[in-house]
């Protein structure tokens, strides 16, 4: 059973730092991509950044430059490194997990079948 458990969520001003964590335990990171996605209240759930077996990694437009994915195979655990926070950030952040066969319709989240609980950041301005 795959299990996915976000944290590292909180308030922040604007030009802040966070850096989320996912644990992640019943998959091999080298067989999945795995991608960070956000929902602010009244809009779609949107791609943020993926990585794919630990080397490719794809980046939405406006975080490009601001964040960071990384992955530690030995702990399982997938990171989102965010600096120069902004106020439209603001949003739940889940983690995710797509097998590396299925062909990715990115930004869209189809294709992805684990998730986790999501954590929230607010970047206050």
């Known amino acids: 059973q795959v299990q996915a458990v976000e944290s590292g969520g909180g308030v922040v001003q604007e030009g802040g730092s966070l850096r989320l964590s996912c644990a992640v335990s019943?998959?091999?990171?080298?067989?999945?991509?795995m991608g960070w996605f956000r929902q602010a209240p009244g809009k779609v759930r949107e791609g943020v950044v993926r990585?794919?077996?630990?080397?490719?990694?794809i980046y939405a437009d406006s975080v490009r430059g601001r964040f960071t994915i990384s992955q530690d195979n030995g702990r399982n655990t997938l990171y989102l490194q965010m600096n120069s926070l902004k106020p439209e950030d603001t949003a739940m952040y889940y983690c995710?997990?797509?097998?590396?066969?299925?062909?990715?319709?990115?930004?869209?989240?189809?294709?992805?079948?684990?998730w986790g609980q999501g954590t929230q950041v607010t970047v206050s301005s």
């Open positions: 995710a997990a797509a097998p590396s066969s299925v062909v990715l319709r990115w930004p869209s989240s189809a294709g992805f079948v684990y």
């Open positions: 019943g998959l091999k990171f080298d067989d999945y991509s």
């Open positions: 990585i794919d077996r630990g080397a490719t990694r």
